[in-house]
């Protein structure tokens, strides 16, 4: 399986072994650099700035339809100092998890998205909280999409605030816990 992923994003899987001393597993995804200005909201760059109390420990939904991509970011996040860390699988579960979380008083205030999922994909499950957001007169989460495999348009439409998706960031898979944590300024 993960050679086939390895394949889906044009990269390699290598392995080494030797007998009696065990197995070891490169995993080598291409990347491309995204420019800085393609990935921060300007107005709202970061969790950090945020003034208001409640985001000394914001109510966090992580999704991914990959249980590994689940688990490292929610230990990303965790050693960042966040608490209060909610996970879902698509973007039908997102969407059911938000509007249960906004009627039991808890909302959301930070949603990492994927894009790429079964069921409902990222950017439909946004669309739905930006309206649901935009019909209940709530403030907005702020969502980052964390993404591999897409190119710059599609990061541009995930950023545009004049079309109906409104994220806040994106930053691109491979993630590591120092670009997270440049990316929500808590270094």
Known sequence: MTNE??????????????????????????????PI??????VESSIDSKSSSS????????????KFNLVVLKNHLAKLGFENIDTASNGKETLE?????????RPYKFITMDIEMPVMNGKDAVRKIRAFEESTNIARSYILFISGNVGELEIRECLD???????????????????LRQFINLS
């Open 5 to 34: 992923i390895c394949k889906k994003m044009k990269g390699q899987l290598k392995l080494f072994s030797k007998l009696g001393a065990g197995t070891v597993a490169i995993v080598c995804i291409p990347t491309e650099a995204v």
């Open 37 to 42: 200005s393609a990935t921060i909201d300007p």
């Open 55 to 66: 985001w000394s420990k914001p109510r966090i939904l992580i999704v991914d339809d990959q």
């Open 97 to 105: 998890a938000y509007i249960q979380a906004y009627h039991s008083g």
């Open 161 to 179: 605030h004049q079309n109906d998706i409104k994220a806040n960031g994106f930053l691109k898979k491979p993630l590591t816990l120092e670009e």
